[in-house]
């Protein structure tokens, strides 16, 4: 009977520990609540990443849609497929970093930090010094 119980525990603990986790495709919304994109949020050689993958209520063609004032590699690349956070480090229950998140309506990159408020909710925030603005996404079922 212990053991039977034991093996239950270790298996729900490890089933909540594998669904705790920032990786997966989220959804954005705008400040009235309204749905704006999908995003990746991925891992990489220890670093999280985050790319667009589609936007939502634009009245431009997906593919149309550039990061015009952006620098360097991403420079009038599509804003779909564009990888607009960079290399973000774990820091406990956080992800966080310098300069690590693109906004591509301004091409400037930004100081951010990333964590779960539950399995469904995840915060980003992102930096201009003292200055923050703080967004939440909605994971996508």
Not at 13 to 27: A, D, L, P
Not at 36 to 44: G, I, T
Not at 67 to 90: A, D, H, I, Y
Not at 108 to 126: Q, S, V
Request: with cysteine.
């Amino acid at each position: 009977m212990n053991n039977a119980l034991l093996i239950l525990m270790l298996s729900f603990f490890s089933f909540v520990s594998h669904t705790q986790t920032v990786e997966g495709i989220w959804q954005t919304f705008s400040e009235s609540g309204e749905l704006q994109s999908d995003v990746k949020l991925y891992v990489k050689n220890g670093k999280l990443y985050g790319k667009m993958l589609k936007f939502y209520n634009s009245k431009a063609n997906q593919n149309d849609k550039k990061c015009l004032k952006c620098k360097g590699e991403r420079k009038n690349q599509p804003l779909v497929g564009l990888t607009f956070m960079n290399g973000l480090s774990k820091s406990g229950d956080e992800w966080e970093g310098d300069e690590v998140l693109l906004d591509p309506e301004n091409g400037k990159e930004y100081d951010g930090k990333i964590w779960l408020i539950n399995e469904n909710k995840l915060a980003m925030r992102g930096y201009l010094g003292w200055l923050y603005e703080t967004q939440y996404w909605k994971r996508k079922q």
